[in-house]
């Protein structure tokens, strides 16, 4: 302990031990000093004790962006958060839960957003809060916990990433939700794991129809390929203009992730006769099905000849 020791306050001496003690004796109401604390002092640990005792919501804020020890930063941003989520959710005061919704955007923490999202006693708030929600996950917990349809398919609007639409549709027991993430999934590897293992059982078949669509579609484009040329030149463009539709409309089904879609009102047929059938028939009068959505692929009928 130097000299100047005893001309010091406590919480402002050398011994690390003596400005910690001297900080845990402070009260919530000594603003200033906690602020000066949590703002200068040296030792993580000393800060951290002002932190946990500061309730001015804009000094946390402001120790949220500047402190430098990670944990610090992340407890000033906690204790923020917890104060505007509690003053956005109440009802006494509009231009107080404004303010504090205000704050929470600008700190960024969705998590928070989220609880104001669901919480908020003002409409009107709940959805500025969920409009400001970006994070993947925070926008996934957004859908699973609104009561709004309006809101929960909005999130949804939002939420673009493959691992979380894969984890709500496989997660959820709420039909409509998992049916809704699943139709923003596209790729065979990902509509397997969602038919294998979907909580919901409308899900895991809408995941295994839709597998079952590719795969007739697949061979139904074998099929045509394999046909080759008729030796009839206006059938052949025929085929031709038919085969490039088939490939638009594919294309079409993997960009399902970005469009809504529709289900298929008539039932597939078989894929096992496809190709037997293609082979069998009179190439004059042709007509398959492709089974991406129940569109008709090709149908061609040749003029009967005299």
């Known amino acids: 302990m130097g000299l100047a020791d005893f001309f010091r306050p406590k919480y402002r001496h050398s011994d690390v031990k003596v400005r ?14 906690l602020a000066t604390v949590a703002k200068s002092d040296k030792d993580p640990g000393v ?15 402001e120790l949220a962006g500047s402190e430098s020890d990670r944990g610090n930063r992340d407890l000033a941003g906690a204790r923020a958060a917890g104060l505007w989520v509690s003053s956005a959710c109440q009802d006494d005061d509009p231009t107080l839960a404004a303010d504090a919704l205000a704050g929470l955007i600008k700190l960024g923490d969705d998590d928070a957003l989220v609880e104001v999202a669901t919480r908020a006693a003002d409409q009107a708030l709940r959805k500025r809060a969920a409009d400001a929600v970006r994070d993947p996950r925070a926008l996934v917990d957004l859908a ?7 809101v929960r398919q909005a999130a949804l609007g939002r939420l673009d990433d493959t691992d979380a639409l894969r984890g709500l549709a496989i997660d959820t027991s709420v039909k409509e939700l998992g ?10 590897e990902l509509l397997e794991q969602v038919a294998q293992k979907a909580k919901a059982k409308a899900v895991r078949q809408r995941a295994r129809k839709r597998l079952d669509e590719l795969a007739a579609a697949q061979l139904a484009e074998v099929a045509w390929r394999e046909l080759g ?13 038919a085969v490039a539709r088939f490939h638009a409309r594919k294309d079409a089904a993997a960009r399902a992730a970005h469009e809504p879609r529709r289900e298929a009102e008539d039932r597939r047929e078989p894929v096992a006769p496809v190709r037997a059938r293609v082979r069998e028939r009179d190439p004059d009068d042709v007509d398959i099905i492709n089974p991406v959505h129940g569109l008709s692929l090709i149908h061609i009928s040749e003029p009967t000849r005299p």
């Open 20 to 33: 910690l003690e001297a900080v845990r004796a402070l009260t919530s109401d000594e603003v200033d000093i």
């Open 179 to 188: 049916l809704a993430a699943l139709d923003k999934l596209a790729g065979e």
């Open 47 to 61: 800060r951290r004790v002002a932190i946990e005792k500061l309730e001015r919501v804009d000094l946390l804020a």
């Open 144 to 150: 699973k916990q609104s009561n709004s349809p309006e």
């Open 229 to 241: 040329d008729t030796g009839e030149p206006t059938l052949d463009e025929r085929f031709g203009r």
